[in-house]
């Protein structure tokens, strides 16, 4: 499990959850598939729609033949930390799924939602385990879909940046200072009963 943060729930929140963040600076390390199938395994624990599960990981580790391919879909800010990174997991999800009824394909409304959910569990599974994550969405999302050989029905969501921590001193002088837990804005600005509060919209 990765060292505490210095961050305060001001609450009963989980350690587990405000020890998870998501830093750029990466020892390039290599990640065993086994390794990596263990954290990419608690993403199938997520919940789902209909339990459908429609979530795929995609992966390239460092010094395989996909790395370069994996890293040439990134912006060049986010290629220029990542590289240097153990994995890259990019996050897609099937849009439809068979209806029980017909067994046709129908739209499944929530299928970035329970991505995203099984994304988190791996994120914080990669925690527990020593390793850390940065979720990026900075990449061009039709190169992806097409180096991945995706179909139509599938929709890219995001990468998954794991590795261990690097010096920060490997970082430009412009995001070193940002090699930190970030905060997050009170409680009370996103949690309300009944209805948004003007002061929200």
């Known amino acids: 499990m990765t060292s505490p943060t210095e961050r305060e729930a001001h609450s009963s929140v989980a350690p587990f959850i405000l020890n998870r963040w998501s830093p750029r600076a990466f020892k390039p390390d290599e990640i065993t598939q086994a390794d990596l199938l263990k954290l990419l395994d608690a993403g199938r624990w997520a919940p789902s729609a209909y339990n459908a599960q429609p979530w795929r990981f995609i992966y390239a580790r460092r010094n395989t033949s996909d790395w370069e391919r994996f890293l040439s879909w990134l912006i060049p800010f986010n290629r220029s930390w990542a590289e240097n990174a153990s994995a890259i997991v990019y996050v897609v999800s099937r849009s439809v799924t068979n209806s029980p009824s017909t067994g046709e394909p129908v739209e499944a409304p929530s299928h970035a939602f329970d991505a995203g959910a099984a994304s988190i569990l791996i994120q914080l599974q990669a925690n527990q385990n020593g390793w850390f994550t940065h ?60 209805r948004l509060t003007p002061e929200a919209l």
């Open 135 to 194: 979720p990026i969405s900075g990449f061009d999302k039709s190169l992806a879909h097409a180096g991945l050989e995706l179909p139509e029905d599938h929709a890219v969501h995001a990468a998954i940046v794991i590795g261990h921590r690097g010096e920060i001193s490997q970082l430009p002088e412009s995001l070193q200072g940002k090699e930190k837990p970030s905060g997050r804005v009170p409680l009370d600005a996103v949690a309300f009963e009944g």
